[in-house]
Nanobody, 122 residues
């Protein structure tokens, strides 16, 4: 069983920055698809950024050029650097990990963190 724990959420003004971190309980970074998702109350969870085992990175169009996903395998930690934050970035941010690429792309994900709240004020 893999436990994921996020941190780094909080409140920031528009244009500001936050750095989210997700620590995994076991060494999974090298062979798992990992990513950040966010959810606003009443809306479906959406993918924000993902990093594949081979290092390939994808971003949602809404965050391209502003957010950066990275991982530190030695620390079992996934990061999301959020710059130029916008009010529409507000939501609960979840870290996710899945061994199967097909399942990951379909949103059928085995491991989720508990989430960290991000609030961007205008």
């Amino acid at each position: 069983q893999v436990h994921l724990e996020e941190s780094g959420g909080g409140s920031v003004q528009a244009g500001g920055s936050l750095r989210l971190a997700c620590v995994a309980s076991t060494y999974i970074n090298s062979d798992h698809y990992m990513g950040w998702f966010r959810q606003v109350s009443g809306k479906e969870r959406e993918g924000v950024a993902a990093i594949e085992p081979d290092g390939k990175i994808t971003y949602a169009e809404s965050v391209k050029g502003r957010f950066t996903i990275s991982k530190d395998n030695a620390k079992n930690t996934l990061y999301l650097q959020m710059n130029s934050a916008k009010p529409e970035d507000t939501g609960m941010y979840y870290c996710a990990a899945e061994r199967s690429g097909l399942a990951f792309r379909r949103g059928v994900i085995s491991y989720w963190g508990q989430g960290t709240q991000v609030t961007v004020s205008s």
